[in-house]
């Protein structure tokens, strides 16, 4: 009987360890996931804050996104294709109202995520949930109102990459 009962507790001990466990490699992903989006949608910035500045225009920029490109791949690798860095400045002026947005409600959420939740991980404010593959999926549609509705549905249906190319 003894042996029962331990196995019974071995078994819930077991269990709560590896739902804890299993909660934070998913945090760990989605907030891997997250800092990557936000970080390119930060270079984005930057790459369209260079462009601004008034030189002259298409050929500085083709040179600046090559030479910028060259740089980036030597020292952090592959990832930094002028193409890529293309799809960077792009998601920066499809979702450029997205951070302002945010960072009004910010504050507000955090403190009520915070009273609501007893988890050890914590959720990072972020205006971006879905992976960069996502977002490269999102900012082909060019309707406002068409794209935030399939992100929507990609979060709350936790749609992979292939069913949002399907929609």
Do not use: C
Not at 154 to 164: F, K, P, Y
Request: no cysteine; hydrophobic share 35%; proline share 1%.
């Amino acid at each position: 009987m003894d042996k029962m009962e331990l196995s019974k507790s071995d078994n819930q001990l077991f269990g709560k360890i590896a739902d804890l466990l299993n909660e934070a490699r998913t945090f760990i992903v989605k907030n891997v996931n997250q800092t990557i989006v936000l970080t390119y949608f930060e270079i984005g910035k930057l790459i369209v804050e260079e462009e601004q500045e008034g030189k002259e225009r298409a050929e500085y920029g083709k040179s600046v996104l090559k030479e910028l490109s060259q740089k980036l791949t030597n020292e952090f690798g592959k990832g930094y294709s002028v193409y890529n860095l293309e799809r960077m400045r792009n998601f920066h002026l499809v979702f450029k109202n997205r951070i302002d947005e945010t960072e009004k409600s910010a504050s507000v959420m955090r403190k009520s995520e915070e009273e609501k939740s007893a988890s050890p991980m914590r959720k990072i404010d972020s205006p971006f949930n879905l992976s960069w593959t996502h977002y490269l999926q999102l900012i082909k549609i060019e309707n406002e109102e068409e794209r935030n509705f399939y992100e929507i549905e990609a979060m709350n249906n936790n749609w992979s990459v292939r069913e949002l190319e399907r929609q």
